[in-house]
Protein backbone atom coordinates (compact mmCIF):
# COMPACT_ATOMS: atom_id res chain seq x y z
CA UNK A 1 0.00 0.00 0.00
CA UNK A 2 0.88 3.18 -0.90
CA UNK A 3 1.08 6.18 1.50
CA UNK A 4 2.56 8.64 3.05
CA UNK A 5 2.40 9.41 7.12
CA UNK A 6 3.22 13.02 8.75
CA UNK A 7 4.30 13.01 12.26
CA UNK A 8 5.98 15.32 15.08
CA UNK A 9 3.12 17.47 15.81
CA UNK A 10 1.54 18.78 18.89
CA UNK A 11 1.15 22.19 21.59
CA UNK A 12 3.48 24.61 21.29
CA UNK A 13 3.94 27.94 22.43
CA UNK A 14 4.28 31.18 20.35
CA UNK A 15 7.79 31.19 19.52
CA UNK A 16 8.27 27.62 19.90
CA UNK A 17 9.56 25.05 17.23
CA UNK A 18 8.52 21.82 15.91
CA UNK A 19 9.57 19.50 13.05
CA UNK A 20 7.55 17.66 11.19
CA UNK A 21 8.13 14.21 9.22
CA UNK A 22 6.80 13.24 6.24
CA UNK A 23 7.67 9.28 6.02
CA UNK A 24 6.95 7.23 2.72
CA UNK A 25 5.76 3.84 2.77
CA UNK A 26 5.21 1.47 -0.14
CA UNK A 27 7.27 3.43 -2.89
CA UNK A 28 10.17 5.23 -2.98
CA UNK A 29 10.57 9.02 -2.68
CA UNK A 30 13.70 9.17 -4.61
CA UNK A 31 11.87 10.54 -8.11
CA UNK A 32 9.07 12.75 -6.28
CA UNK A 33 8.60 16.31 -5.54
CA UNK A 34 7.07 16.92 -2.40
CA UNK A 35 4.63 19.25 -0.89
CA UNK A 36 4.19 20.85 2.82
CA UNK A 37 0.34 22.05 3.07
CA UNK A 38 -2.43 23.56 6.06
CA UNK A 39 -4.98 23.76 6.49
CA UNK A 40 -6.68 25.95 9.07
CA UNK A 41 -10.26 25.32 9.97
CA UNK A 42 -12.99 27.17 7.69
CA UNK A 43 -10.00 27.71 5.47
CA UNK A 44 -8.85 26.52 1.97
CA UNK A 45 -5.72 24.01 2.15
CA UNK A 46 -2.64 26.62 1.31
CA UNK A 47 0.69 25.28 -0.12
CA UNK A 48 4.00 26.21 2.09
CA UNK A 49 7.05 24.74 0.48
CA UNK A 50 8.09 22.39 -1.59
CA UNK A 51 11.32 20.60 -2.32
CA UNK A 52 12.78 18.76 -5.68
CA UNK A 53 13.24 15.10 -5.86
CA UNK A 54 17.11 15.50 -5.40
CA UNK A 55 16.59 18.08 -2.77
CA UNK A 56 18.74 20.61 -4.21
CA UNK A 57 15.83 23.36 -4.86
CA UNK A 58 13.14 24.47 -2.24
CA UNK A 59 10.45 27.49 -2.40
CA UNK A 60 8.67 28.88 0.26
CA UNK A 61 5.63 31.16 0.62
CA UNK A 62 6.30 34.58 1.87
CA UNK A 63 4.13 33.61 5.03
CA UNK A 64 7.06 30.94 6.51
CA UNK A 65 10.01 32.33 4.55
CA UNK A 66 12.64 32.75 6.97
CA UNK A 67 10.68 30.58 9.52
CA UNK A 68 10.44 26.89 8.30
CA UNK A 69 13.10 24.92 6.39
CA UNK A 70 12.31 21.90 4.17
CA UNK A 71 14.47 19.16 3.79
CA UNK A 72 14.82 15.48 2.69
CA UNK A 73 16.60 12.36 3.06
CA UNK A 74 16.10 9.92 0.66
CA UNK A 75 17.80 7.29 2.46
CA UNK A 76 15.53 7.26 5.20
CA UNK A 77 12.59 7.93 2.64
CA UNK A 78 11.51 11.25 4.77
CA UNK A 79 11.00 14.92 4.18
CA UNK A 80 10.83 17.35 6.74
CA UNK A 81 9.56 20.95 7.53
CA UNK A 82 11.71 22.33 10.63
CA UNK A 83 9.02 24.91 11.96
CA UNK A 84 10.65 27.75 13.82
CA UNK A 85 9.58 30.92 15.40
CA UNK A 86 5.83 29.56 15.57
CA UNK A 87 2.75 31.91 15.31
CA UNK A 88 -1.09 31.04 16.46
CA UNK A 89 -2.24 31.52 12.95
CA UNK A 90 0.72 28.92 12.26
CA UNK A 91 -2.21 27.10 14.02
CA UNK A 92 -3.89 24.07 11.44
CA UNK A 93 -3.27 20.76 10.13
CA UNK A 94 -0.69 20.20 7.91
CA UNK A 95 -0.10 17.28 5.20
CA UNK A 96 3.01 16.71 2.86
CA UNK A 97 2.37 15.47 -0.64
CA UNK A 98 3.93 13.96 -3.06
CA UNK A 99 4.43 14.25 -7.20
CA UNK A 100 6.18 12.63 -9.27
CA UNK A 101 6.96 14.95 -11.93
CA UNK A 102 9.23 18.22 -11.77
CA UNK A 103 8.62 20.43 -8.91
CA UNK A 104 8.22 23.55 -10.33
CA UNK A 105 4.93 22.08 -12.06
CA UNK A 106 3.32 21.24 -8.80
CA UNK A 107 4.68 23.10 -6.25
CA UNK A 108 1.69 24.74 -4.70
CA UNK A 109 -0.81 23.17 -7.07
CA UNK A 110 -2.77 20.77 -4.52
CA UNK A 111 -4.96 19.37 -7.71
CA UNK A 112 -1.37 18.12 -9.44
CA UNK A 113 -0.08 16.30 -6.33
CA UNK A 114 -0.26 11.68 -6.24
CA UNK A 115 -0.36 11.08 -3.14
CA UNK A 116 -1.41 12.26 0.32
CA UNK A 117 -0.24 12.09 4.18
CA UNK A 118 -3.37 12.04 6.65
CA UNK A 119 -2.01 15.07 8.00
CA UNK A 120 -0.58 16.40 11.81
CA UNK A 121 -2.46 19.01 13.89
CA UNK A 122 0.00 21.86 15.18
CA UNK A 123 -1.39 24.25 17.46
CA UNK A 124 -0.17 27.10 18.66
CA UNK A 125 -0.92 28.48 21.72
CA UNK A 126 0.10 30.20 25.33
Known amino acids: QLQLVESGGGLVQPGGSLRLSCAAS????????IGWFRQAPGKEREGLSCISSSGGSTDYVDSVKGRFTISRDNAKNTVYLQMNSLKPEDTAVYYC???????????????????WGQGTQVTVSS
Open 26 to 33: GFTLDYYA
Open 97 to 115: AAARTYWKDVCYVKEKYDY
